[in-house]
C-alpha cells in the first residue's frame, strides 16, 4: 500500500502550493508541512524549497516524484488484479489526434475482438495525455509531440514524413517550397499544446521564424476541418504523411532543407511495469 504521506507529497508536487494541497486533501496546512517533513528525514534530503516566494521542487524532489508516480499506478494495477475473478485484460490508452484517429483503429479492432479486454480510449493533445499519465488515469499513450525523457520511457512505434499539403492546382502542389514563398500563404494550424503544432513551430524557429510572420494564420483544433479547409483553397497546412495520403483531392509539398520524419512513440510514465500491456494492444 502507497503511504499516504507520498500521496500528499504527489499532490504538493502537482498543484506547488501547500494551502492547495491541505484543501484538496481535506487537511491543516501544518498536516501537510509535517508530512512533507517526515519524508525529509526518511529520504535525508530536502523536498521544497522558496524561490522568489515560489514554492519550487528540488532535484531530489523530482526525482521521489519520478519514482512515487509508477509506484502508484503499480499499485492500482495490483489492486486491479487481485480484484479480479476472472482473466481480463483492461487498458486506458491515450493519443494524440492523428495517431487516434488515423493509425490506431486496426489495433483497437484486434485488441476489442477478445470479448474479455475491455478499453478506454482518449484522443487528446500531447501535453494533456502527459497530465492523464502523471494522474494514473491512463497506462500509456501514443504521440508524437515532444516529451520530458527524464520522466517518460518510450518505445518507437513508427517514423512518419511530416509533410506541407495544398488543394489541387494549388503553385506549391508537388514542389519544393522556400520558406519566404511559404509565408506569403495562409497557414492553416493546430491549437497550442498539440503535436502537430509544436513540431511546426520548432521548424518554423529553425528558420527564425514564427507563426506571426504568415500572410494570415487560422488555428482549428479538428483535422477533418484542417482538410476540408485546405481542399477548398483556404490556406495550406503542415500534416503526417499518413493524413495527407487519406484524402486524394489534396497535394503535398516540402521544404526546401529536406523532408522532416516524425516519431510515433509509445509513451508511458518511467520505471513502470507497462511491457505486458503495451503488448496486448500492438500484439501482431
Known sequence: MLDYRIETFLVLCDCGSYRETAQRLHLSQPAVTQQIHHLEEVYQCKLFHYANRRLEKTPAAETLEIYARAARHQEQALREKLREEKPTRS????????????????????FLQEE???LEFLVDST????????QNRLDFAVIEGFFDKERFDSILLRREPFVGICRKG???AG???PMEELLSETIIHREAGSGTRAILEQKLASYNESLDRFRHCICISSFKIILDLVREGYGVSFVYNILAESDPNLEKFWLEDGLMIREFNIVYLKHADLEEKIGWFFQE
Open 91 to 110: 487498458l486506458r490508452v491515450g493519443a494524440t489526434k492523428t495517431i487516434g484517429d488515423y493509425f490506431l483503429t486496426d489495433y483497437i479492432h484486434r
Open 116 to 118: 474479455e479486454n475491455t
Open 127 to 134: 501535453q494533456r495525455l502527459l497530465h492523464e499519465l502523471e
Open 170 to 172: 494549388h503553385p506549391f
Open 175 to 177: 514542389r519544393t517550397v
